[in-house]
């Protein structure tokens, strides 16, 4: 595909370094993730997945329409779990492997699979990436993630049974229990991963 040239005064801007670029407010880059994710939508469904015929957008809601089939499709959403481990006063904070190319704490997170809860979600994600065990599962908050065409559901969970971390070093680099006074959280405040170790740092009891 042919990219444009922006118009004069303007470039074109990698979305990731957009996201820590100083002076942007979290509800523009907020609106910017969510263009980006309509746009991914549009550019992979201009033809039907269907009978393979031209799609048109529908003007009585966000939509696509199949000019040959009649078919409606609707933007896809990923669903996502955000999860806060709790071992007492401490909590888990996790780093993403270096071929991620992102250097700073996270949570234990993954996308939701077909016939999945989110709390079965949460339990399967925390042990295949950290190998433990959990329970009292509850919810937090939500959040829309444009850039991975997701909704962040966040969780809080306490620890269950032995507090032994085994990663799985394809998804993370470490994983560690921090106390309140060692988690620092992410170098920005968009992103509701940051909102809960702050929370828990802040606030939680």
Known sequence: MKMLSPPGGY????????RHKEGMLKVNIMVMFTSYHLWSWYTNNKICGYCGGKTVTDYNERAL????????IYPRINPAVIVGVINGDKLLVTRYAKDRGVSYDALVA???EIGE??????????HEEVGLKVKNIRYYKSQPWGYSGGILAGFYCDLDESEEITIDKTELSCAE???????TGQPDE???????MMHFKNNMK
């Open 177 to 183: 229990w921090r106390t309140r006074d060692e988690i």
């Open 117 to 126: 809860t989110f709390e079965q979600t949460v339990a399967r994600e925390v």
């Open 65 to 72: 329409f199949c000019k040959n089939c009649c078919r409606v």
């Open 110 to 112: 993954g996308f939701t």
């Open 190 to 196: 968009l992103s509701l991963t940051n909102e809960m």
């Open 11 to 18: 470039i074109y801007q990698d979305i990731k370094k957009l």
